[in-house]
């Protein structure tokens, strides 16, 4: 009797036994496999020269690492398509003190972004993501720059693979 429950709590385990798990992108369309990003433009006069391709190239490791999209370098070829630019690069004073001096300074980074679908459905999304980190006034913004922006870009890099996780 008792190899008769075990044999029937196994044959019960099993049938309830998922067939695949997964822990990525689980809402994203099954027809899609690839992604293709359109190097961003630079819509703001005073943006680091390098920074769109940068933030290009983190949107690229970011999707290819947070779900199961695989880059295609054929715009063609691609379920999805992205393209996008920097629309504001500012520094702006904040937590502002007495004598009318900033304790810190912000750097703010606004970015807009069309995501163009082909599949299972021809659709289009768009995505407007400004992020900022504040920053000691008495830093000089050249020394902490980089710094600076990989933390705005992990932030904005993140709004893209939320943007492609939802809305399906």
């Known amino acids: 009797m008792k190899w008769f429950h075990i044999a029937l709590l196994g044959v019960l385990l099993s049938s309830c036994w998922p067939?695949?798990?997964?822990?990525?992108?689980?809402?994203?369309?099954?027809?899609?496999e690839t992604f293709y990003v359109q190097t961003l433009s630079n819509n703001s006069s005073n943006t680091p020269l390098n920074y769109p391709v940068d933030l290009s190239e983190l949107i690229k490791d970011g999707i290819m690492n947070n779900t199961r999209l695989q880059l295609n370098n054929d715009a063609d070829g691609a379920e999805v398509f992205i393209e996008g630019s920097i629309t504001n690069y500012t520094i702006t004073p904040v937590a502002m003190q007495e004598g009318d001096n900033a304790s810190k300074n912000r750097l703010t980074v606004s970015t807009q972004f069309n995501f163009i679908i082909t599949k299972p459905n021809?659709?289009?999304?768009?995505?407007?993501?400004?992020?900022?980190?504040?920053?000691?006034?008495?830093?000089d913004l050249g020394t902490v720059e980089n710094t600076l922006l990989a933390e705005v870009s992990e932030q904005i890099v993140q709004d893209v693979i939320n943007k492609l996780l939802s809305n399906w």
């Open 19 to 32: 067939t695949r798990v997964s822990f990525i992108d689980g809402s994203m369309p099954e027809e899609w």
């Open 122 to 139: 021809e659709s289009e999304m768009s995505l407007t993501s400004t992020k900022f980190v504040d920053y000691d006034s008495n830093t």
